[in-house]
């Protein structure tokens, strides 16, 4: 497997808390906040003076990036696509012209640079205040890698984000009220980490994969918490997810003429918009309501639709030592050493 050189960055935790003890308080919390049943993009609290970087140039993370701008933050939109993500800030300057946006090239199936972006931001910024783990590939219909030869959809929707924080921390240390946004999915529900073949090398499902990838971002986002607070690390680890939302995501890796595409084309009217689907993401981001080692996500329809609520976490999220041992394969993977100085 190669192993791509990251900067070592501290993401380790000094104790761990009992896994009794970190569950209680996660279950607490998310029964504490009293979120406006209405929740909008209106409600965001002024966001000047923060800075934040949102991944994915189009759909969620154009909206998010959007919400986030037009509340008065510095946005950085980062994606692989370059064309695209100077087309993303152009429209986001069209709709607020007083935006403060730039784009940065980076490409999460491939670790090497998403290195390179770290290196480049903790040269530029002395700080971070907000990092939303968006981007994310949905079901391509056969196994593809990434440059780091990991299954696509683990390498590019978790792997590349976890690396991704890794390498962001010491901004976002930084950063006052820093918050760490990783965008899950109700695919989460029907997910399973198959430690002996995470990267599907003996058998690829597209559904399979693209849940496994989900569940992943949501045990990191909860992980990522309870080692916040062990080692006092001053940030929010918060998870959020769309529901089921009208963007290019579907069209995109299965392909507009496979049967999720043509659902995604034909039966439009059960998407909710894609301003909609970021609320929830938004209100992790932004809202004082919202709770470190929290989950939000639509509040209608099962979780598909409606404004930002509490989110249901799925029990197999709730596995704490399952969630060590992902985070510490994920440091060999990423080539993070968690705990160096």
Partial sequence: MKNTNLKEIDMAPNDMNSASLNRGRMEARAGTERIPANWTAADIPSQRGRVALVTGTGGIGWETALGLARAGAEVIIAGRNACKGAEAVVRIRREAPQALVAFEQVDLASLASVAALGARLRG??????????????????????????????????YLGHYALTAALMPLLRKGMDARVVTLSSIAARDGALRFEDLQAQRGYSPMRAYSQSKLACLMFALELQRRSEAGGWGLASIAAHPGIARTDLLHNAPGRWSA??????????????????????????????????????????FETRGAPAVASIPRQALDEAAARRLWDVSARLAGVTPGAG
């Fill in 260 to 301: 999720a595409g043509l659902a995604r084309t034909l039966l439009w009217f059960l998407f909710q918009p894609a301003a909609q689907g970021a609320l929830p993401g938004l209100f992790a981001a932004t809202s004082p309501l919202a709770q470190p080692g929290g989950y939000y996500g639509p509040a209608s329809l």
């Fill in 124 to 157: 530029e910024r002395e700080c971070l205040h907000v990092l939303i783990n968006n981007a994310a590939v949905m079901n391509p219909p056969v196994r593809q890698e990434t440059a780091d030869r990991l299954e696509l959809q683990f390498g590019t929707n």
